[in-house]
């Protein structure tokens, strides 16, 4: 909010054309003029309200000094932003009685040297406070309209800081309960330093009422959701004493942010979402140091660390239907266990499976703390864990986030439905995992297509299944009549499908070379698109 002050009083053309000249108070040159009166009687000072700029030209005020500082008094106890007196009527020099007790109250004392229409002054100020309080209502509008707006859009927390940083035009932070830096959007100052030593910071700052003030930091802090249910706090960087328009604004804002936690059915919505975010950037680019600096910041420590992945997937109950897994559960399991152990990590949901990041000192055993953390999420929900290999450089958390991954897509069924206290890793993949490797060459798509082409070319235009009979003869090498159980048939009826599948593929499939060839194609053809 703009307001018009003594100083800015003393800018205008009208006033600088009377020769205006500060004689005491300059202290009190910010104090806010509300409105405008000429007056010459010693008494107007209980008629006053507080704001009001007095206009004289000292006619009718006494001589006496005594009685003199009895009317300054007066001016300063009703709250007046300060006294113009025009000189040549009463007096060509100002009494000192007078000018020392202004000076003493800090109450601006100014004269002006040139006679002056008081009632031209008078207008050109009210119109200017006019003019601000319009601009007042106008922004007020704005930042309701804007906020209403991503109210009614179910803005995330990630729109309503952007939209903070834009009206405010500064940083915006938004922290939880335990100080740390959930989101942020930086304003034209250098981030790292409003940034540093975030949490040591924000810890020392009491937050009494709903918003105030920390001119240490320069913050104004503002608190989300009601005081005794409070889940964190919303921080914009102010030089200066905030004004009046930029705490509604970071209020509305703080507003925005509570009543999206409220329709929320998560709790922790906005850490999960954080971390989300934090996770797919990293697979993305993990080189970004803006991104570095967010996992910082988001409680995992990047500096001087080793970094493993974990994927977790739930087993679906019986009731469960098809693609739905309990990944709620899973969360809330794998975050009690990484609060338990102590260990800092991202956690997130991506594809239905729960990606999980850790961040080690680089003498932990990062396998053994992967088993430890995979003990404890079992014990809490069926679920399959599979970690990566650990990373030492942060540019390749990539890596081990896309590792875990495959090792999850590369597990066998029935690997799938075990429930394991320890983490599978590439090495109980087997050849699965080798070929999830090489899930993107071009070439073994082709080789795979190329070795199971004349069987699916033969059951489309017959309308059989050898790829079938082929397909449980791989899965079952120590046993055809396990082969032919798998599929319901009888002994001779699989040895007949059998013997016509290898004048189709023109191969004979007793040789070990050709059922490792035909099971490494099906084992691909297998594998997530």
Not at 393 to 406: F, G
Request: net charge negative.
């Amino acid at each position: 909010m703009a307001l018009v002050t003594v100083s800015r009083v003393l800018e205008m053309p009208v006033v600088r054309t009377a020769a205006p000249e500060v004689m005491a108070g300059r202290t009190g040159l910010d104090r806010e003029v509300r409105w405008v009166h000429s007056a010459e009687l010693a008494e107007i000072g209980a008629l006053l309200r507080g704001g009001d700029l007095l206009l004289s030209t000292g006619i009718a005020l006494p001589e006496d000094a005594t009685e003199l500082v009895a009317y300054a008094d007066s001016l300063a106890h009703s709250d007046a932003a300060g006294l113009f007196i025009e000189l040549g009527r009463r007096w060509f020099e100002l009494p000192p009685a007078l000018i020392d007790r202004c000076d003493d109250l800090g109450l601006p004392l100014i004269t002006l040297g040139h006679e002056v229409r008081f009632a031209a002054v008078a207008q050109a100020v009210g119109e200017r406070i006019v003019d601000e309080q319009l601009a007042d209502l106008r922004e007020a509008q704005r930042v309701h309209d804007t906020f209403t707006e991503l109210s009614i859009s179910e803005a995330g927390p990630a729109e309503i800081l952007q939209a903070a940083q834009r009206l405010c035009g500064a940083a915006v932070v938004l922290e939880d309960d335990q100080f740390r830096v959930l989101d942020y959007r930086p304003g034209p100052d250098d981030i790292d330093a409003f940034l540093r030593d975030w949490s040591t910071r924000s810890r020392r700052i009491s937050l009494e009422g709903r918003s105030a003030w920390d001119a240490t930091n320069r913050w104004l802090v503002t608190r989300v959701g009601r005081r005794d249910r409070g889940w964190g706090r919303l921080i914009v960087q102010s030089d200066q004493r905030p004004s009046p328009g930029l705490v509604a604004t970071a209020e509305r804002a703080a507003a925005a942010l509570a009543m999206h936690r409220l329709h929320d059915r998560q709790r922790d919505s906005v850490v999960r979402r954080t971390h989300h975010e934090l996770l797919v950037a990293l697979l993305n680019d993990p080189n970004d140091p803006d991104l570095v600096r967010r996992c910082e910041l988001a409680g995992l420590p990047v500096h001087k660390r080793q970094f493993v992945a974990a994927s977790v997937r739930a087993q679906p109950r019986p009731s469960d239907t098809a693609g739905m897994t309990r990944v709620d559960e899973v969360v809330a399991a794998i975050t009690h266990a990484l609060s338990a152990r102590q260990v800092p990590g991202l956690v997130g949901i991506i594809d239905q499976d729960v990606r999980v990041l850790l961040s080690l000192s680089r003498t932990a055993d990062a396998d053994l703390v992967a088993d430890q953390l995979a003990a404890t999420i079992v014990t809490k929900i069926p679920a399959t864990i599979t970690a990566a290999r650990p990373v030492e450089d942060s540019s390749l958390i990539d890596h081990t986030l896309r590792e875990a991954q495959q090792v999850m897509d590369a597990l066998k069924p029935d690997q799938l439905a075990m429930t394991s206290t320890r983490a599978y890793r590439l090495e109980d993949a087997h050849l699965r995992g080798l070929l999830t490797l090489l899930a993107g060459d071009d070439r073994v798509a082709l080789y795979a297509d190329r070795e199971l082409h004349a069987l699916e070319a033969y059951d489309e235009l017959h309308g059989t299944d050898l790829l079938a009979v082929v397909r449980a003869l791989v899965n079952n090498p120590v046993s055809k009549s396990e082969a032919a159980a798998s599929l319901h048939l009888s002994r001779p009826a699989f040895y007949d499908r059998l013997a016509k599948a290898a004048r189709v593929v023109g191969a004979d499939l007793d040789d070990p070379d050709i059922r490792v060839s035909l099971h490494v194609a099906l084992l691909h053809r297998d594998l997530p698109a």
